[in-house]
Nanobody, 130 residues
Framework: QLQLVESGGGLVQAGDSLRLSCAAS????????MGWFRQAPGKEREFVAH????????YYADSVKGRFTIAKDNAKNSVYLQMSTLKSEDTAVYYC???????????????????????WGPGTQVIVSS
């Protein structure tokens, strides 16, 4: 099982860019797909992005599609979330999580449910000021 730690959060202005990192340890990173979720105050945790274990397939929430990019570096045991054109509604704690999900698992085609993920980091805060 992986241990995950996020970094890179902070306070930015609307329209700015920010890159989040998630460092993994404790298991063979390459075999895991990875995801990013976020949770705003008073709201449920929501799916942001997912990348397959090979890095060849990506999935995004509609709210971030075209603005956020997920990437996986198996050599560095890390996954990244490049965020651009940030909006105030992107303000949240961002979490990375590991997954063994593949398309078709449980009849699903989109990995947006927290139950598909096994290990979670403690989160990193992103605040976007408008």
């Amino acid at each position: 099982q992986l241990q995950l730690v996020e970094s890179g959060g902070g306070l930015v202005q609307a329209g700015d860019s920010l890159r989040l990192s998630c460092a993994a340890s404790g298991d063979t990173f390459i075999k895991y797909a990875m995801g990013w979720f976020r949770q705003a105050p008073g709201k449920e945790r929501e799916f942001v992005a997912h990348i397959s274990w090979t890095g060849t397939a990506t999935y995004y929430a509609d709210s971030v599609k075209g603005r956020f990019t997920i990437a996986k570096d198996n050599a560095k045991n890390s996954v990244y979330l490049q965020m651009s054109t940030l909006k105030s509604e992107d303000t949240a704690v961002y979490y990375c999580a590991s997954s063994l999900w593949t398309p078709g698992d449980g009849g699903t085609r989109f990995p947006d449910q927290p139950l598909f993920y096994h290990s979670w980091g403690p989160g990193t805060q992103v605040i976007v000021s408008s």
